[in-house]
């Protein structure tokens, strides 16, 4: 199995593009998160995705950020404006329906340097 | 609410000496525990877990025991190695919840 796949794997922009950050998630699991890794804030859950609709977008940080889930296997985070206040690891993670345990799967990051 | 408490790093040790990692929790109901690790330049692997009191989850030789009554889930190795170098994070799933909590994680160096 090629595991959970992000692109880009690392990303420099200036402030004020727009950021859009990609993820596949492993075929056949159901539910998808967007984690943001920072060394202040640790890592913090976004948002997650249940079967390709969005249950608990409590931790996107403001209207700049968005997420969409258009089919089960692919996944976009946006960031529109982005500001350097955005620079972190962006994880994108992914649990099936049989995981039981709660097993999350997650893939290599991207890594977003905004200037 | 949900949380995970981790011990402070960095955490620096010599080779073969031996390792531990506090971890405490709040939770509802009686949550499934896990130990995630981190190496650079990489995403979180699951390095072990467990799912009610008293388990003792292991792997690569490190081990965890699920302490409800203290509500622990401390990360040991009796002798680690440079390799293990990484940032080890605990994290729970509360009951039903798809989602799991993190914490803070902490970074460990080990020298030869």
């Known amino acids: 199995d090629a595991g959970v796949i992000q692109s880009p794997r690392h990303e420099v922009t200036e402030m004020g593009q727009e950021v859009t950050l990609r993820c596949k998630p492993i075929?056949?699991?159901?539910?998808l998160f967007w984690y943001r890794q920072t060394m202040m804030r640790g890592l913090e859950l976004l948002i997650y995705f249940n079967n390709n609709v969005p249950i608990d977008d409590s931790g996107m940080p403001e209207d700049r950020f968005s997420a969409k889930m258009p089919n089960a296997s692919f996944s976009t985070l946006k960031i529109q404006p982005s500001e350097p206040r955005d620079s972190a690891v962006y994880f994108c993670?992914?649990?099936?329906?049989?995981?039981?345990?709660?097993?999350?799967?997650f893939g290599e990051g991207s890594r977003l340097t905004v200037l | 609410g949900n949380s995970v408490t981790q011990m402070e790093g960095p955490v620096t040790l010599s080779e073969e000496a031996f390792l531990t990692i506090n971890c405490t929790y709040t939770a509802t109901g009686y949550p499934s525990l896990f130990w995630y690790v981190q190496y650079p330049g990489e995403g979180l692997q699951l390095l072990l877990k467990?799912?009610?009191?008293?388990d003792k989850g292991s792997n690569k030789g490190f081990e965890a025991t699920y302490r409800k009554e203290t509500t622990s889930f401390h990360l040991e190795k009796g002798s680690v190695q440079v390799s293990d170098s990484a940032v080890y994070f605990c994290a729970l799933r509360a009951g039903s919840a798809r989602q799991l909590t993190f914490g803070s994680g902490t970074q460990l160096t080990v020298l030869p």
């Open positions: 993670a992914s649990r099936g329906t049989g995981e039981g345990t709660g097993e999350l799967f």
């Open positions: 075929s056949g699991h159901n539910s």
């Open positions: 467990a799912t009610k009191a008293d």
